[in-house]
């Protein structure tokens, strides 16, 4: 069978993105070319994932993206399916500092519903959407393939560090294993993966997606780690968009409480894989139509750059 050349493929693209057909064939080829072999990590999260219209563009932008000769590895959450299940079953949900306190009974309802429900979701859309590019996406978890290798986080107090938080069991990941994902890759497939791992002992434990993807993109030395959202990026006081982030301004806006809840994890993974080398981190708005490709290969400003 015969797929779509790259031309036709930015043709393809230009459908849903009004900038890319503006910009041309030949200074978007220019652009690709220079994400052509260069490792993406997408955290997928936030309304993307519940809105049927963004679940729909998002499938559409990472086959487009992986035809076009872009690299491109997913990472999911599953927050309101999770709420959904745990609402079902009489269990309510509990945070500490945007990580979900997780015990054995809440640990199984995870496991059940990210790598059940929301993996098996995720994949049949993106295959459906890249069967015309032949692209084939896998899922699998953390576990698979001892990928992640985590221990029981207990979590410092963001006000003062040297209170610790027992969440139960939730995974603070000490290693990565990036062999089977690359296997993947150089296969042609496109990876989907739970944030779920196991530690040393073989227990299951809950990893908070932000932090899974931002410490796979490390280890696989990603050229780029961009996490969905379900607001504009990192948002002031006022609720204006901050367009960069630093480690010193993030401190400050986690000491006046600008930062709190879920984004706490996704600013600390940021600018965890910045310091450690991925080379752009952006926090961007999953509800922005075709979020990806305008991220990629236009000069659209949809989130927060962050800066090492």
Do not use: W
Not at 38 to 65: H, S
Not at 113 to 126: P, R
Request: proline share 3%.
């Amino acid at each position: 069978m015969l797929y779509l050349s790259v031309p036709e493929l930015i043709a393809e693209a230009a459908n849903f993105v009004p900038a890319i057909k503006a910009a041309g064939v030949t200074a978007t080829s220019e652009r690709l070319t220079q994400l052509q072999d260069k490792k993406i990590v997408v955290k997928y999260g936030g309304n993307a994932m519940t809105d049927e219209t963004l679940q729909q563009q998002f499938a559409q932008d990472v086959a487009l993206l992986t035809a076009m000769g872009v690299p491109v590895v997913v990472v999911h959450g599953g927050g309101p399916q999770i709420d959904a299940m745990l609402k079902r079953v009489g269990i309510e949900g509990q945070f500490v500092q945007g990580m979900r306190v997780t015990d054995a009974d809440t640990m199984g309802i995870v496991d059940g519903v990210l790598c059940g429900n929301v993996q098996g979701q995720i994949v049949n859309l993106i295959n459906q959407a890249g069967k015309s590019y032949g692209v084939r996406a896998v899922g699998m978890s953390g576990k698979d393939g001892r990928m992640v290798r985590v221990k029981r986080m207990h979590l410092p107090d963001v006000q003062n560090p040297e209170i610790e938080h027992d969440i139960g069991l939730v995974g603070e990941v000490i290693g990565v294993d990036t062999a089977l994902i690359e296997n993947l890759l150089d296969g042609d497939f496109l990876p989907v993966i739970s944030p779920i791992a196991a530690d040393d002992q073989g227990v299951t434990h809950n990893v908070n997606a932000d932090v899974a993807a931002g410490e796979i993109a490390c280890a696989m030395h990603a050229n780029k780690l961009m996490l969905l959202t379900n607001i504009k990026g990192v948002l002031d006081k006022q609720g204006e968009l901050i367009a960069n982030i630093d480690s010193a301004s993030a401190t400050a806006l986690k000491a006046d409480g600008t930062l709190y809840g879920g984004m706490l994890p996704k600013i600390d993974s940021a600018l965890d894989a910045s310091q450690r080398g991925v080379g752009a981190v952006h926090i961007v708005d999953g509800r922005v139509p075709h979020v990806l490709l305008q991220c990629l290969l236009t000069d659209a400003d949809v989130g927060t750059a962050i800066r090492v």
